[in-house]
């Protein structure tokens, strides 16, 4: 089971423009901890939504070109993950160091459209927005642009994987 896991993140995890030999396990580790992340915002009102969900796979389907088994793999090692971890540092950490100011920016809007995604906003998922993002590195306008985005952007039609 383990040498499956490992051989799906090689073969059809790496980012395209890295060559396969190029730190295959960071890029590994920062889906994960994206992914992770997703999950724990997605959880804050403790009230994980099939409409949170939805928009959770299909953005990480988009972002990192997974079909749907793929998807649904990673969401589960994360869930994994997310839940064995002690607090957001180890996730947020690794992604601070390895993403640059626009890649925080896009996981930032797939962020707020997560929370905006069942049409409500908690004052803990706000709360847990400003704090990954204090963590991230990003700067509130940063993290204000990014809202603006996700609550602007409107949300694909009905059926569209």
């Known amino acids: ?48 939504t099939e409409d949170e969900r939805q928009h959770l796979e299909n953005a990480i389907r988009r972002h990192y070109g997974l079909n749907r088994r793929e998807a649904d793999e990673l969401l589960h090692l994360a869930e994994q993950e997310r839940r064995q971890a002690a607090d957001l540092w180890q996730f947020t950490n690794l992604i601070r160091r390895h993403y640059s100011t626009g890649q925080k920016m896009v996981l930032a809007e797939i962020m707020w459209g997560v929370v905006f995604s069942d049409g409500e906003l908690s004052s803990r998922e706000e709360y847990l927005m400003r704090k990954v993002s204090h963590l991230l590195g990003l700067e509130i306008g940063y993290l204000t642009e990014a809202r603006e985005r996700a609550r602007n952007s409107e949300p694909p039609p009905p059926g569209v994987d």
Do not use: G, N, Y
Not at 12 to 34: F, G, I, K, Q, T
């Open 1 to 48: 089971m383990l040498q499956a896991l490992k051989d799906f993140f090689f073969t059809r995890m790496a980012p395209v423009d890295e060559a396969p030999a190029e730190a295959p396990e960071r890029s590994r580790d920062l889906r994960l901890a994206a992914c992770a992340l997703l999950l724990e915002l997605a959880h804050a009102d403790d009230d994980f």
